[in-house]
């Protein structure tokens, strides 16, 4: 068990720091082909949507083709909401093993925060909430085949991309 929690741990880590340093085909390389990628709305105070299919949500790709078009769009610069890039760090903690079958799948809950900056506006905020992980076994690998981010500060003073949660 606290070898399949270190593995996930560092399939997270390496997540943050690939979107930091903006290692797009590193970062895609990490999801599979059919993974999920949700960032549900709140819709009460209480409450997030639960269908992403049919209730509205921040970021959904039902699939990795999705992520590779966002990042398409990131790289060429013709991205109104990207451009400038924004500039992150990410920071991932308390990270837990929450379930596995087997030695081919696990889940995982992790607590996060990411510090952005603007350098077009000159200002920084900071998004945080939690992540619910799936990974999937693929060889030696593990992959992300699932994963459902919790914005908790869903007040969002402009756009938030992949890259910023």
């Known amino acids: 068990m606290a070898d399949s929690l270190e593995i996930g741990r560092d399939v997270l880590v390496r997540e943050a720091v690939y979107l930091d340093e903006q290692r797009w085909d590193e970062w895609l390389a990490l999801f599979t082909e059919d993974c999920e990628y949700w960032v549900p709305a709140w819709r009460t105070e209480d409450e997030l949507t639960s269908d992403p299919q049919a209730e509205i949500s921040h970021i959904y790709y039902a699939n990795r083709a999705g992520l590779e078009d966002r990042v398409v769009r990131i790289r060429s610069r013709r991205s109104p909401a990207s451009m400038p890039l924004r500039r992150t760090t990410h920071i991932v903690g308390n990270v837990l093993l929450t379930g596995a079958e087997g030695k081919s799948l696990m889940r995982l809950r992790s607590s996060w925060t990411s510090h952005v900056f603007d350098p077009h506006h000159k200002k920084t905020g900071i998004f945080f909430g939690h992540a619910h992980y799936e990974l999937r ?9 699932k994963k459902k981010t919790v914005l908790q500060n869903d007040y969002l003073p402009s756009m938030v991309d992949i890259y910023c949660i």
């Open 137 to 145: 076994r693929k060889g030696k690998s593990w992959l992300i085949a």
